[in-house]
């Protein structure tokens, strides 16, 4: 299996900051990732496809960049609704994987 | 707007059967890949397998020996079965859409359903 790890596994800001997550996979996957913004109780929300596409109704302040093994994750100004954790997933081959998390926090 | 919904119980004996349904509605089982993913408390998310509406099926091989997943297009559903349970295979589970038409697996995962959380206690 393709193993996902993101950095950091948590992360505190505030509102107006810009955010940067990484995602590392440990084999290529080209540009196979998905990012997903998940809140408690509630299910995961596509945010990101092939690494830098913007899912439909997500925010222009989401970008997503990278392919092969390192991707990245950008919030370019946190407003209060984005605090939550999100978690990116490969789909280069079966069984698709998912990152352990990346929570991010009011600082 | 598409939705999906689960149903099935939320306690499973252990060695028995875990089934859960997905109710697609909204819009066509046809022509997307269908598939399920589960979420222990507290840890990474985890794919168990996928069908396409035509019936093909993939499935994570560290479960393929007790899961089977299919599909009814007469009634916009399809399903997931996991033999055997243990305490291990409790998690919250989640029926999602293939957000890729052309893209084997689907790609990322654009539909979600709320989740059910299933237990495994005698």
């Known amino acids: 299996d393709i193993q996902m790890t993101q950095s950091p596994s948590s992360v505190s800001a505030s509102v107006g900051d810009r955010v940067t997550i990484t995602c590392r996979a440990s084999?290529?996957?080209?540009?196979?990732l998905a990012w997903y913004q998940q809140k408690p109780g509630i299910a995961p929300k596509l945010l990101i496809y092939t690494a830098s596409n913007l899912q439909s109704g997500v925010p222009s302040r989401f970008s997503g960049s990278g392919s092969g093994t390192d991707f990245t994750l950008t919030i370019s100004s946190l407003q209060p609704e984005d605090f939550a954790t999100y978690f990116c997933q490969h789909a280069k081959s079966f069984p698709y994987t998912f990152g352990q998390g990346t929570r991010l926090e009011i600082k | 707007q598409v939705q999906l919904q689960e149903s099935g119980p939320g306690l499973v004996k252990p060695s028995e059967t875990l089934s859960l349904t997905c109710t697609v509605s909204g819009a066509s089982i046809s022509p997307y890949y269908w598939t399920w993913l589960r979420q222990p408390p507290g840890k990474e998310l985890q794919w168990i397998g996928c069908i396409y509406f035509s019936g093909n099926t993939n499935y994570n091989p560290s479960l393929k020996s007790r899961v089977s997943i299919s599909v009814d297009t007469s009634k916009n559903q399809f399903s997931l079965k996991l033999r055997s349970v243990t305490a291990a295979d409790a998690a919250v589970y989640y029926c999602a859409r293939g957000s890729s038409v052309v893209v084997t697996g689907g790609a990322a995962f654009d539909i979600w359903s709320q989740g059910t959380m299933v237990t495994v206690s005698s």
């Open positions: 084999q290529g996957i080209s540009s196979w």
